[in-house]
């Protein structure tokens, strides 16, 4: 019915950079929030990065100076630049979207995509 796809994780040096996609398909008429978690073995999964439709955006303290997140609203797909990546940035990056709205009507909330890998290694 509706899915999340993300793109773009992979190998990476320290120093490097990387820049996620997040597309969602399926009769989509809207999408509210949307944001970035991440989740690192043993750790608890944290809200890397959130945008609202209209593009306000919030951080997580870590990665402020060097993640940026953007989204397209007519293409339905959130983006991540990461940038000056660190090894503790080591993680599956997740998707989320708060309330999608369907066309006719239909609302389902908290929508997560099925995750990509981040390594920054040397």
């Known amino acids: 019915q509706v899915q999340l796809v993300e793109s773009g994780g992979g190998l990476v040096q320290p120093g490097g950079s990387l820049r996620l996609s997040c597309a969602a398909s399926?009769?989509?008429?809207?999408?509210?929030?949307m944001g970035w978690y991440r989740q690192a073995p043993g750790n608890q999964r944290e809200l890397v990065a959130r945008?609202?439709?209209?593009?306000?955006?919030d951080y997580l303290d870590s990665v402020k100076a060097r993640f940026t997140i953007s989204r397209d609203n007519a293409k339905n797909t959130i983006y991540l630049q990461m940038n000056s990546l660190e090894p503790e940035d080591t993680a599956v990056y997740l998707c989320?979207?708060?309330?999608?709205?369907?066309?006719?009507?239909?609302?389902?909330?908290?929508?997560w995509g099925q995750g990509t890998q981040v390594t920054v290694s040397s």
């Open positions: 989320n979207a708060e309330q999608i709205r369907l066309w006719g009507g239909t609302t389902i909330s908290n929508v």
């Open positions: 945008i609202t439709r209209r593009g306000s955006t």
């Open positions: 399926g009769s989509i008429f809207s999408i509210q929030d």
